[in-house]
Structures are given as C-alpha cells and as structure tokens.
C-alpha cells in the first residue's frame, strides 16, 4: 500500500538494521532467553507444568478475541498517529496480526523434524533388523536423499540467479535437471496418479451403494444419478429439446424455441433446471444444516481448549 | 461515528452462543445427573470394531485425516485415545498414521499417555504411532500399502478429509475391514455414506467425545450447542417471516458503491481516500423495486456505512520516521 | 549451453519415468505387489525429501528466516526491511516439542502445541461471525409471494424490453415462494438432525426428523454426482499422459 514507508524502514526497539551488530546480539539475546526458559522449564514442579502450558494457549487465544472484539481503526495508515487510547491498541494489533498469523506456520514447520524422525527410525528399524521389507526401506532412503541433494542444490542455484537464466532449460546444470526429473517426472506424475484412482474407487463405491436396499441410501444415489445425468451434455441437449418440442407441439407456448432450447414455461422441466433446483433448494439448505453444527462445534472446542476446560487431549 | 462498525449483530451473537455454552457446562458441573444424549450408531460399533481385530489377531488402524494441527485434528485423537485404551486392554495391535507432524507430536504424547493410565506401558510400542508424509496422496499411497500388507480389521477415519478419503475407504473395505468414518468437510461425508460401514454426519464427530466419556464438561457443552443451534433455528423462522413482510412494499431506494453513487463527490476524493472509502455506500434512486436493501432485517445484517462513517481524522507522524511495514 | 537433442532425451526419459511410475501406482487396482510396493516406497521418499526441502525455502526461510534477519538494498532486494529479532524466541518454543520422547520431560512438548491450539482456538471466535451471518441472513428467504398475477415466473426471453425484464424480475412469484419455503423447512429438518440433547417426541417431530436425514442424504447424493464427472476427467488426462505424451515424446527434435 505505501511504498515510501517501506523505502525506509523505521528501525525502534523491535525492528534493527539488517545485517547490523545490534540485530545479531538481539537475536542471540533473544535465542539465550529462550533457552534458559527452556532450561528452567525442566525443573517445573508438576503443579504449575499444566498452568504454564495454558498461559501459552490462552495467550495465543487471546490475540485473536481482542483482535475480534476491540474496535479497528477506521481507515488505518501506518503512518498516522492513533487519538487516544483505544485506537492506540486497535492499532497494535492491526500491526500485530500478520505476524501473529505466521506463529502456528513457523512452529508446525520447526515440528517437522519430528516427523521426519519418525520415519528415520522406522525405516533404519527395518534394515538394522534385517526385516522382510528392508529394500524398500533402503530404496525410500534413495529417494529422500536424492530430492533433498537435488532440491537444495536447485533452489540455491536459483536463489543465486537474479538475471533469471534457469527459466529456460537450455541453461539447466546437472542439479536442475536431477530436481525437474524427480520433481516434475516422479512426484507430480505421482500424486496425478494417486488422483485419479479415485475414479475407479468412485464406480465400486457407487455400485455397492446402488445394491442396499434402505430407502436413505437409494435416496443418496437417486440424487446422485440425477446430478451426474445433469452432467453429460449428450443427455442434456436431448432432454432439453424433447422438452421444447413439446412446450412447442404439444402446449403450443409461443415462447417455445426447440433451436435455443427454450420452453417456455415448461423450462423448469429441463434437465439443467431439474438439477439446479435440487442443488439450490435441497443440497444447499441440508448441507448449511451440516455446516452450521460443525461451525457450531469448533466453536466449542475452541472455547473449552482456550479456556483449559478439556480435560484429556492436549490439555491434561 | 468514529468506529467502523464491526457488526454489533454479529458481536452480540456469537456472545449469545459462547455463554449458552459456557452457562450449559457450569450447569452440567454443577448437576450431578446424567443428561440424555441421543444415540449416535457409528460410536456404538466401536466395540464391535475392536472386539473383531481382537479375535482376528489384526491391526487397528486410525488416521486423524490430512489437517494440520486444530481442533479436529484433536478432536479425533480424543477420539482414538478412548478407542486405544480399549485396545490397550485386550493387547491389539493399533497403527495410527499421520499426514502432519504437529499432529503426530500430539498422538505421540496423548497415545502414550493412555497406555501408561492403564498401567500397560510395556505393551507401548512408539512406531504404532508414526508420521508417513504430508504430501495428500504420497500419504494415500502410503496407507493404503499398510492397509494392504498388515490386513488391518477395523479402520476408523476420523478428522479432516478432502478428496484421498475415498482411496483410504475403498483399499479398506476391499480387505473386508470394519469402517467406521466421519469428516469435518461435508464434501467427502458421501464418499464415506456409500464405502464405509458406519459414518458419523457433520458435527456427530464432535458429539463423540462426550457420547462416549460422559464427562460434564463436554455433555454440557453439548447441551450448549444444542441451545445455539435452537437460537439460529429460531433466528431463521422468525427472519423469513420478517422478512416475507418487509419485502411487499414497493421503494425506489436502492443502496449504491460510494463510487456510483455519488461521482462528483468520488472525483474530488484523494487515492488515499478513495482506498479508504472503498467500501462505502449512499443512496439512490432507481427502478421502483419490492423493497430489498432497506429492509430493517437487511441492515443489521449488512450495516449501511456512510462516507462519514469511514473518515476519521488523525495526525501525521514526522515524515521520516514513516511506519515500519513489512 | 545444452542442445535441443539433450532436452529431447531428457524429456523422454522424465516422461517415460512418469509413465513407470504411474502404471506402478495403478497396480494396486489389481493386487497389492512389489512393484507398488517400490513405487510406493519411492513416492514416500520423495514426498518426504521434497517436505524438508520445501519446508525450508517455502516456509521457514521466507516467513521466518528473512523477517528475522531482514535485508538490506541489493541487487535482488530494491528496498531494505528491518529485522525483527523476536522471531528467534520461536526457536526454542518450536523445539520444546522435540521432548516428546522423553520420559521426564515429556510435558514440555505441550508448550508449542498448545500455542498453536490456542491460536486457532482464538481465530474460532473471530470468524464465526464473518462465516455463518451471512449465511444465516441468505436462510431468511420470503415465503409470501408479492403478485398473484402468474404462479410461475413468466420466461424472461431477449425479445422483452429491459423496463419489462425488470418487471417481471422484481416480483415473488408463487412458485418461487413454495421453492423458499421448501429451502426453509429443509434447512429447518435437517437441523433437527443435529439436535443431541432433546430427545424428539411426537408424530410430527420424529417425521420432520426423518424428512431432515431424507434430506440430507439428497444433499450428499448431489455431491458425490457432481463429483464422478471430475474425478473421471483426471483418470483421462492420465490416459492422455500415458499413451498420447509419452509417444510425442520419443520424437527427439521434431515437436
């Protein structure tokens, strides 16, 4: 939005100068503090290790309701001043949310270490135990490795290319090639694979469905069949001008075209309007009905673990 | 008005709604009396479900969906942990598998927790819980080969599903698993109605934990939502009625984008104001029309702002020291 | 500088893999075998490489690293951004997880997830409002027609005048009327399925109870229809990629 604020950053207590001495003693001040938290967490009694660990979620909580119930700036700009103090916080956290909203992204990711602990250990298990599967561990071990060289590798030579020369393939090194192909050739042709299995399963869950002989589950695929129908356009351009010539021939509706497809008043029999009404007046209010329960049920359990009211799960 | 005006229909609403739960789960607390709830079929089955892998010698397997970490993802392990300590009991092998791994730190922690509860930790083996990828259909072709190859009897596929349900559904029902299914995305609920053989229906998935536990706080909690949903049903029948009336007259007011509606005023305005005042409306005349946008129902709803609602005046700061953004 | 005849075999051998791969993947149809089974180990492997690779230059490095660092004017960069060195304190929060495993100290890994949990929990309360208002005001439909004149909507052809259009688009015609009200009542219903607490008693709620799960399942059939047709369009573009690409792609220099 402004550019010119950006052209010159305001450096203050939160923000330092790149690359100066006083961002990189912050940093390092700020990663001792944590690890000296870290440290004294693991001599917590058992007594306060509950509530430390509600302070947390509930802090986290707590943002997002201020943010929803503290009136926002009207007309916000980074470089006004608030009147008074009300604007002053609604201003704070106006500032606040994008960095806020990047907290859960940064933590999952730092998380990720874990997952991938666990499948080292797995896999390693495997071999070490010389267990029946134990080449298909080892070929696992390939394939990760090779895409993290090739992945890396690609990505800094990239990262260094500012003339932007490895969008044309002709410039391609060895490392760009070996990511393309396991990136481009392998994982994507992969999951368009996986994909697309779905049709197959599609037809023999739709099959089985068809032979339950209960009235909710012919209800199910009647609908279902109805909407697919809807689909084919052979079917549809048949239907629909059937249904013209008869508005035409039969009720003689001088708003009847066969040519365009219109009926006239007999439109609402076309198998488009057929399928558009079940949608717009059956599928949307009964799947709103699903919606506002499963709405209403976040909601809950997103107050009951702000709250530290669940007991179990994550809040023991 | 100096405040833009964030919807004081909204704020009281979702007031209501948090203190109709709040008030049902200190009342529940406070009870002392086991409160109805009425019977959800597919967590009946969960007994059978494992009672059949017992006796099959076989793996249960459970997956929490491919979200990340939330509520539901916490939801289902709630879920698995009451299922696992059943399994616990009678020494049956579990698998749970996990596409996210905050999601696994957390089944890591709850998994273990339940099997050191009932004093069984020996029986823990810490690869049952295991992280697979989070790449949606790496994660498919990764469970269904387990499936597959440890011929698993009982499947429950709880959480967050998008389009990889029906391949986890299928691969199971193929070895002739019993299925027990629920997802928060009502897009993927039809999948599971014609694959699986039990499937919990929208919010069925969150009324689990308390049909299955008991526990006051989450029996009144449900409660609660039961009242909300009553508030919303009854905020939809006396709207439609309202609004059946207060759409028969006839207005030629119609309400207009600041920028339409008045042009000469939006010519004069600056781009900063102009940006600011993108979301402001004025009235005008037109088409004689039943009466849609003026409708008292119409506004609270949809809160009418005005130019001056929108303009709000505030010193500068020194130019210099212009706010730090991104 | 490589030549078009590398690119050529390049392209034939990525695609040729694809197509190994992809008829590897589909063997699981038939049989679970070794050869999905190396498919599938391959695809894990990758998924899992590629994550940690992506994990970095997608997520941590520009959400994170260059926050925290900021960067002065260069050649990438035409204007320098601060650092914000509070984002180091996430470090040590994010590898409090990492005590998981212990047997001591395992608590502590509750201290990221529940920052996390509460983020959302908070964001929960924020948008209920911005989600379901509005959809609650779209469910207030008016059921009482304003003419009686036509009971349906007269067809809207490119032959009437606009002043006539909006004539006819302006009213509530009867049988838009009963189309809103059937919306309401299925709403209404299938709501009634969602009650938990409140044990439903008589005639009249237990049918209106069944009309809603009746419903229901009208509203799942329509997704599960609309859906085969999409899903059936990806199975052909695989086909396209098997047997039209794969064929193209052994005509080195010649595309």
């Not at chain 1, 402004?2 to 207590?13: H, K, R, S, T, V």
């Not at chain 1, 700009?77 to 604007?87: A, L």
């Not at chain 2, 009854?234 to 009336?245: D, Q, R, T």
């Not at chain 3, 799960?213 to 009208?218: D, N, Y």
């Amino acid at each position: 939005m402004n550019l010119l604020a950006q052209a010159a950053p305001n450096y203050n207590f939160w923000a330092a100068e790149p690359g100066s001495a006083r961002l990189w003693i912050m940093i390092l001040v700020s990663l001792l503090v944590g690890a000296g938290f870290y440290a004294a967490l693991f001599y917590a009694p058992s007594r306060i290790r509950k509530p430390i660990v509600w302070t947390f979620t509930f802090a986290g909580g707590l943002f997002y309701v201020l943010y929803w119930a503290w009136p926002q700036p009207v007309s916000y700009h980074p470089d006004d001043i608030p009147n008074g103090f009300v604007e002053n916080v609604g201003f704070w956290l106006h500032d606040a949310l994008p960095r806020v909203a990047d907290i859960s992204n940064i933590l999952t990711a730092f998380l990720l270490g874990l997952g991938i602990y666990s499948l080292l250990r797995i896999h390693t298990g495997r071999i070490v135990k010389r267990q029946a599967d134990r080449g298909f561990s080892v070929v696992f071990f390939i394939a990760m490795l090779a895409i993290l060289v090739f992945g890396y590798w690609d990505w800094s030579l990239r990262e260094a290319d500012t003339k932007g020369l490895l969008q044309d393939s002709a410039n391609w090194q060895l490392a760009n090639f070996g990511q393309n192909l396991l990136f481009d050739g392998f994982l994507q042709q992969m999951d368009s694979a996986m994909f697309s299995m779905i049709a197959f399963f599609i037809l023999s869950a739709a099959y089985r469905a068809f032979r339950i002989r209960s009235v909710e589950s012919t209800v199910l695929m009647a609908s279902a069949l109805i909407l697919m129908v809807s689909l084919l356009t052979l079917v549809v351009t048949n239907w629909d001008s059937g249904v013209a010539n008869l508005a035409k021939n039969v009720f003689h509706d001088s708003k009847a075209d066969p040519a365009t497809f219109q009926a006239g008043y007999l439109n609402w029999m076309k198998l488009s309007s057929i399928a558009n009404w079940l949608k717009a007046y059956m599928q949307v209010p009964a799947l709103r009905a699903v919606d506002w329960g499963i709405g209403l049920g976040a909601l809950a359990m997103g107050l009951r673990l702000w709250l530290g009211l669940e007991k179990g799960g994550v809040s023991v | 008005m100096q405040w833009y005006d964030t919807g004081v229909l909204g704020m009281l609403f979702v007031v209501l709604l948090v203190l109709f739960i709040l008030y049902n789960i200190y009342r529940t607390e406070h009870k002392k009396k086991d409160l109805y709830i009425r019977r959800i079929p597919g967590l009946n089955a969960i007994d059978d479900a494992i009672g059949r892998s017992t006796e099959m010698g076989r793996p249960v397997l459970m997956v929490p969906g491919i979200g990340t970490l939330n509520a539901i993802s916490v939801q289902a392990l709630s879920i698995f942990a009451h299922i696992t300590k059943a399994a616990a009991q009678f020494g049956t092998p579990i698998r749970i598998c996990l596409a996210d791994a905050a999601v696994y730190t957390v089944a890591q922690e709850i998994i273990r927790d339940v099997y050191q509860q009932q004093g069984l930790i020996d029986r823990y083996d810490t690869d049952s819980v295991r992280f697979l990828t989070d790449r949606q259909f790496a994660f498919a072709a990764g469970v269904s080969g387990l499936i597959l190859r440890e011929k698993v009897a009982a499947a429950f596929f709880l959480g967050e599903w998008y389009a990889e349900s029906l391949i986890f559904a299928e691969t199971a029902n193929s070895i002739g698993a019993i299925q027990i299914a629920g997802s928060t995305e009502k897009s993927q609920t039809p999948f599971f109605i014609a694959a699986c053989d039990y499937v919990l229906i929208g919010d069925e998935f969150y009324a689990a934990s308390a049909y299955l536990t008991r526990q006051p706080i989450l029996v009144g909690s449900l409660v609660g939502q039961d009242w909300a949903k009553i508030a919303m049903a009854a905020c939809v029948l006396f709207g439609f009625l309202v609004n059946s009336a207060q759409r028969l007259p006839e207005t030629d007011m119609h309400r207009v984008p600041l920028k339409d509606g008045a042009p000469e005023v939006w010519s004069q305005l600056s781009d900063d104001q102009k940006a600011d005042l993108e979301t402001a409306e004025t009235w005008a005349k037109g088409e004689k029309a039943n009466a849609t946008e003026d409708t008292g129902l119409y506004r609270l709803f949809n809160p009418f702002y005005s130019k001056e609602d929108l303009t709000v005046k505030r010193a500068k700061k020194p130019s210099g020291a212009a706010g730090a953004t991104e | 500088m490589n030549s078009q005849a590398t690119l050529d075999l390049f392209n034939f051998v990525k695609i040729t893999c694809g197509v190994l791969a992809t008829i590897g993947l589909y063997s699981v149809l038939y049989k679970e075998t070794k050869l999905f089974r190396f498919f599938e180990h391959v695809f894990l492997g990758l998924a899992a490489g590629y994550s940690l690779v992506a994990v970095w230059k997608d997520a941590l490095y520009t959400m994170w690293w260059q926050k925290m660092v900021g960067h002065a004017v260069d050649a990438t960069h035409q204007s320098a951004t601060a650092g914000y060195w509070i984002y180091a304190i996430l470090v040590p929060i994010g590898f409090m997880a990492y005590q998981v495993f212990s047997q001591k100290h395992n608590w502590m890994s509750r201290i990221p997830i529940g920052l996390i949990i509460g983020l959302w929990a908070g964001q929960q309360v924020q948008i209920w409002w911005q989600t379901y208002g509005p959809q609650i005001y779209a469910s207030m439909l008016p059921v009482w027609p304003t003419t009686f004149s036509s009971l349906v909507k007269p067809p809207v052809t490119p032959d009437l005048l606009p002043a006539q259009i909006a004539a006819i688009n302006k009213e509530l015609y009867l049988t838009q009327a009963v189309n809103n009200l059937i919306f309401v009542v299925t709403l209404l219903s299938a709501f009634t399925y969602f009650l938990y607490s409140f044990e439903l008693k008589g005639k009249f709620m237990l049918g209106f109870n069944k009309l809603g799960r009746w419903m229901l399942m009208i509203g799942f059939g329509a997704i599960f229809g609309s859906t085969v047709m999409a899903r059936f369009a990806l199975v052909i573009d695989r086909m396209f990629y098997i047997w039209i690409e794969w064929f193209q792609s052994m005509h080195f220099g010649g595309r």
